[in-house]
């Protein structure tokens, strides 16, 4: 089988993406080949100085991209519900939940989450759960999560989804994608429990070099630990064009299924994307029933339409 590249991309022109966390990494690489490939490409971030920096980083490279920078602070459920009333047009094609942090200090988002599951998961349960009207409306559409092949670091606690009882950083972010991969399991389900041909698809970039790793660290002024990263990186990582293919293959290749999940070719760590080996509990429907519900819950989004 002949490894995929961006090369393979299909036509973009006419479709229209939402990329989260687009300024910089996996992200601003899916939110660049989608507009190289000719699609209109709004970037959804947090700093606007970050936006719109990488917007036009973007147009000096695809001079023909039509690119666009909003706000979007996934931190923040005021926020998500503002990006998605001002976000123009009726239609979507392609939200790419992307962004992401990653075992930061303890923490809690505008709403009281804890920081990555509030970020990681409600967020892009909320922005999902608001944009699914476009999606829906638009055929062919598909919604693309970015998980971890560490979410087999925890599976998540119902009981206990905000780390309450006890933060560990590395366990809450194995729990946050963890949610992601049941999250994508759940609303698949239910995309086609109604009929709709609406793809809900994971994906994870294996060890790809982006400010993730160091993002921690730096937050506690661990600076010889943030060198040692750096270091680390630049021997095993693979750099963030390639960890961005598999999230770049399920949104754009023909035949990519619902509930899917991809990632790297060589043992998920790096390599052209290829189906990715996943914990058992992320197939669980039960797990992901409770889930959706108390995430409807938290947040106050629901998703009409797919009710079941």
């Not at 989260?20 to 959804?44: K, P």
């Not at 606007?48 to 917007?55: D, F, I, K, P, Y």
């Not at 490279?61 to 047009?89: I, K, M």
């Amino acid at each position: 089988m002949t490894a995929w590249t961006v090369r393979d991309m299909p036509d973009q022109s006419g479709r229209t993406a939402v990329v989260t966390g687009a300024n910089s990494g996996i992200g601003f690489v899916t939110a660049q080949e989608l507009a190289r490939a000719g699609a209109r490409v709004v970037l959804g971030c947090r700093s606007e100085t970050r936006g719109e920096e990488a917007v036009g980083r973007i147009r000096a490279e695809v001079p023909h991209a039509d690119v666009e920078f909003r706000r979007l602070d996934l931190g923040d459920l005021v926020s998500v519900r503002e990006f998605t009333q001002e976000l123009p047009g009726d239609g979507l094609d392609l939200l790419v939940n992307n962004a992401g942090v990653m075992a930061l200090p303890y923490s809690t988002t505008e709403d009281g989450f804890e920081r990555q599951f509030g970020v990681n998961h409600l967020g892009h349960f909320a922005l999902t759960g608001r944009l699914l009207p476009r999606l829906l409306a638009t055929p062919g559409a598909r919604v693309v999560t970015v998980s971890s092949g560490l979410h087999v670091l925890s599976n998540i606690d119902i009981r206990d989804l905000n780390s309450e009882g006890g933060y560990r950083r590395w366990v809450a972010y194995g729990r946050s994608k963890t949610a992601n991969l049941l999250f994508v399991h759940e609303l698949a389900r239910r995309l086609d429990a109604v009929g709709s041909d609406v793809v809900a698809a994971a994906v994870h970039p294996g060890y790809a070099e982006t400010n993730l790793q160091t993002a921690g660290v730096r937050m506690e002024g661990r600076h010889t630990v943030e060198r040692l990263v750096h270091f680390g990186n630049g021997i095993v990582a693979q750099p963030a064009e390639s960890g961005a293919l598999p999230t770049l293959y399920a949104a754009t290749a023909p035949g990519v299924g619902p509930d899917s999940f991809t990632g790297p070719r060589l043992l998920g760590w790096r390599g052209a994307p290829a189906p990715s080996w996943r914990a058992k509990w992320t197939l669980n429907d039960r797990a992901g029933e409770l889930l959706w519900a108390e995430s409807e819950r938290l947040t106050q989004v629901t998703y009409e339409g797919l009710e079941v």
